[in-house]
């Protein structure tokens, strides 16, 4: 019996409850405030009068509810892969996913007045997941599962839409590869420094 409870508390400590909690705050936030929240998207003109949380908020509002699923399927997905690895990379990726896409946002996109959704953001956690799977296995197929996202987002931004989903508010695929980008960046940035502790 005790051997069960060992068994079981191993099992509970090894979930991803990092991932799990930001992915709950996105099931809050849209239970609470509904689609789109006016006060809370990614909002030009309302950043430039000085409403700053807007460039965070705005990444875990969500236009619908198909939008909200494909999100949170990503996040837990991508957060559990990088959660797993070292904890504190999920909160950094997200945090420099979501500053690398408001930076393109309001630098190249300025006919983007309102933005919505984590989709850019969860392409750095797809870049840091892909290097924490390679370092551990080696596996060809990662680099062929990299390639290939970078390929879809190309398409994507040639074709001016998301080839796989369709939700209430338009896709932005550049912003997609400037999430795609930072995560480059973050693994690039490791690959050249001295292994530390809790990096390396």
């Known amino acids: ?12 400590c090894r979930l991803p409850w990092l991932t799990l909690s930001l992915a709950g705050l996105a099931i809050g936030l849209y239970a609470v405030a509904g689609p789109a929240a006016d006060a ?12 700053w949380w807007r460039l ?6 969500h236009g619908d509810t198909g939008h909200l699923a494909w999100n949170l399927t ?9 959660e797993s ?5 999920l909160p950094l990726g997200l945090l420099a996913g979501s500053i690398g896409v408001d930076l ?10 309102r933005y919505c959704g984590l989709s850019g953001a969860l392409n750095t956690l797809l870049i840091l ?3 924490t799977t390679w370092k551990r296995s080696g596996h060809w197929l990662v680099w062929a599962i990299g390639l290939g996202s970078l390929l879809k987002i190309l398409v994507e931004m040639a074709d001016g839409r998301a080839l796989l989903t369709q939700t209430a508010w338009p896709s932005v695929p550049s912003a997609h590869l400037a999430g795609w980008l930072v995560g480059c960046l973050l693994v690039a940035l490791n690959r050249w420094r001295p292994a ?3 990096w390396a």
């Open 1 to 12: 019996m005790l051997r069960e409870w060992d068994c079981m508390i191993a099992w509970i």
């Open 40 to 51: 809370a998207v990614y909002d030009r003109a309302a950043v430039a009068d000085g409403e």
């Open 56 to 61: 965070l908020s705005g990444h875990w509002v």
């Open 74 to 82: 990503a996040l837990l997905l991508l957060g559990s892969i990088v």
């Open 85 to 89: 690895s070292r904890r504190w990379l």
């Open 104 to 113: 393109w946002l309001w630098t190249g996109l300025p006919g983007i007045v």
């Open 129 to 131: 997941a892909l290097w």
């Open 196 to 198: 530390r502790p809790g």
